[in-house]
């Protein structure tokens, strides 16, 4: 039975989408902060961070604008509560631009791992691409033609479910091939495996959160057409996705400290002179000919460690 429009489900779930919005918002922000003051990457991923917090800074804006003319302009105005506005229906489109950023990025990663594979990349790709084509469909011809949430129902029903399907499906390949992609790349050296396991982790966990969001906002559409709780959804999305990003470039120097603090107990406790257990005071040259070849290969061992490890956290 479809679940009837009350206050608390309409403009009670919106109110808590942009307050859940806002929370995911300050955490992108002080995310932001600690990366431009800790992680010295080339420009262009520089750039990426700044588009993708202008977009985020942007959809923050056109929610807060809805909520205020819905719950403050309109104050006691019920029939304007059946009306859209402006700025809900443009966050679809400032929503959407955010999301590509992030999900042509790591894309992009996974075309970095395969080695240019374009047989698993272009797939991605073609994910990314569908889902922005979409959601530009969906912000067109809901601020040309759509005047009330009726005509919105009516309307862009289908294309909101095929949107958050895309998102949902676009997310959930693309961490799993970097899931793939980074289990393969074990090569047995210790301290690179760990950082690899982490970055397994890692990916698993980010694409599970703008995945599950975007099927509880399908979901919402399908079992409470008549409610704004996919609105409330889908204003996160974006966050998320920001977030992701964010948490995915500062990771990397916690996971280099952790590593770099790996190879020193290792060498603390690995590297024990040979001649130190030699009795004899007849042969001491034998002894640290030894030891001194034995570090050289434990220094050449680490340095390829550390070149793989390293590899596998450039994200330029």
């Known amino acids: 039975m479809t679940q009837a429009a009350t206050l608390d489900n309409t403009m009670g779930a919106m109110f808590i989408g942009v307050l859940c919005a806002a929370v995911l918002y300050g955490a992108a922000c002080i995310q932001t902060w600690y990366y431009y003051v800790h992680q010295k ?14 977009t985020d800074t942007l959809h923050q ?16 105005n ?17 929503n959407g631009f955010t999301a590509v950023l992030v999900q042509s990025f790591l894309a992009h990663r996974v075309w970095q791992l395969s080695n240019g594979n374009i047989w698993i990349s272009v797939p991605a790709v073609l994910l990314v691409a569908a ?32 949107v958050n399907v895309l998102a949902a499906v676009g997310d959930t390949y693309i961490a799993a091939l970097l899931t793939l992609l980074l289990h393969t790349s074990r ?14 982790i890692f990916s698993i966990n980010t694409g ?19 409610t704004f709780i996919y609105i409330s959804f889908f ?8 977030n992701s990003l964010l948490a995915t470039l500062n990771v990397r120097s916690l996971l280099r400290k952790d590593g770099g ?49 390293d590899s596998h956290m450039d994200m330029s």
């Open 235 to 242: 204003f996160c999305m974006g966050r998320l996705y920001a």
């Open 131 to 162: 889902e922005f084509v979409c959601v530009f469909v969906f912000a067109v011809i809901g601020l040309t033609r759509v005047q009330t949430f009726a005509e919105l129902a009516e309307l862009l029903t289908g294309l909101s479910i095929t």
């Open 61 to 76: 804006a056109l929610i807060a604008h809805t909520l205020y003319t819905y719950l403050i302009t309109n104050f006691g």
């Open 187 to 200: 090569t047995g050296f210790r301290r690179s495996d760990s950082i690899i396991n982490k970055l397994i």
């Open 78 to 94: 019920a029939l304007e509560l059946g009306n859209t506005v402006w700025s809900l229906l443009a966050e679809v489109l400032v």
């Open 41 to 54: 990457d080339r420009w262009p991923l520089r750039a990426l961070v700044a588009a993708v917090m202008i």
């Open 208 to 226: 599970a959160l703008t995945s599950l969001c975007a099927i509880a906002s399908m979901l919402s559409i399908l079992l409470a057409p008549n």
């Open 261 to 309: 603090s790996n190879v020193q107990a290792s060498n603390d406790t690995g590297s024990i002179p040979l001649g130190a257990y030699n009795t004899s005071v007849f042969n001491p040259p034998s002894a640290i000919s030894v030891k001194i070849d034995t570090r050289r290969e434990f220094v050449s061992d680490r340095s390829e460690e550390q070149k793989h490890a």
